[in-house]
T-cell receptor, first 113, second 113 residues
């Protein structure tokens, strides 16, 4: 069965520093991987996805993610964090032979000024 | 509007009451999904429609949960005889036929007293 794991409940980073939010996956077949962000009392906003192609995927708001097949990871990155990036981040994988998404437990990103 | 619209945004009900949650997807989107997000958790899949056909309802937690999309547009999630464990945010998402990305609504926060 498809699954993702987000090992960190919270990540703290100073504004202007690079940030990484970790995600590992377990899939049968080719992985379709996604990152979403959730602000308080809001739905999920799509950041980026990996289906095939380049291992470095660029997304919205300056975020990018690196697909690493050997390490089964899909970490979210940003070269310079902003205070406004503080939110809840979810990694997700597409279900097996279905279009539904299976989400991780989320990582709260806190960017300090 | 251009996005996925959910109503009501907040719903408080007494245990045992029936509730109905509405989702207006983006116009023209054929796929519609319902997710349940418990406090502090990632969203969990409930059910999926393609047009008016309910293709997957494997995530519905019990037969008290029922979803419909009779004309392939607006969808309603109904919960009968609500229980306290039904308290959660219910998220709706839609996508086009290419499945290029799911657009989420802001959710309905359901509180069962």
């Amino acid at each position: 069965a498809q699954s993702v794991a987000q090992p960190e409940d919270q990540v703290n980073v100073a504004e202007g520093n690079p940030l990484t939010v970790k995600c590992t996956y377990s899939v049968s077949g080719n992985p379709y991987l996604f990152w979403y962000v959730q602000y308080p009392n809001r739905g999920l906003q799509f950041l980026l996805k990996y289906i095939t192609g380049d291992n470095l995927v660029k997304g919205s708001y300056g975020f990018e993610a690196e697909f690493n097949k050997s390490q089964t990871s899909f970490h979210l990155k940003k070269p310079s964090a902003l205070v406004s990036d503080s939110a809840l981040y979810f990694c997700a994988v597409r279900g097996d032979n279905t279009d539904k998404l299976i989400f991780g437990t989320g990582t709260r990103l806190q960017v300090f000024p | 509007g251009a996005g996925v619209s959910q109503s009501p945004r907040y719903k408080v009900a007494k245990r045992g009451q029936d509730v109905a949650l509405r989702c207006d997807p983006i116009s023209g989107h054929v796929s519609l999904f319902w997710y349940q997000q418990a406090l502090g958790q990632g969203p969990e899949f409930l059910t999926y429609f393609q047009n008016e056909a309910q293709l997957d309802k494997s995530g519905l937690p019990s037969d008290r949960f029922f979803a419909e999309r009779p004309e392939g547009s607006v969808s309603t999630l109904k919960i009968q005889r609500t229980q306290q464990e039904d308290s959660a945010v219910y998220l709706c998402a839609s996508s086009d036929f290419l499945g290029t990305g799911k657009h989420f609504g802001d959710g309905t926060r359901l509180s069962i007293l």
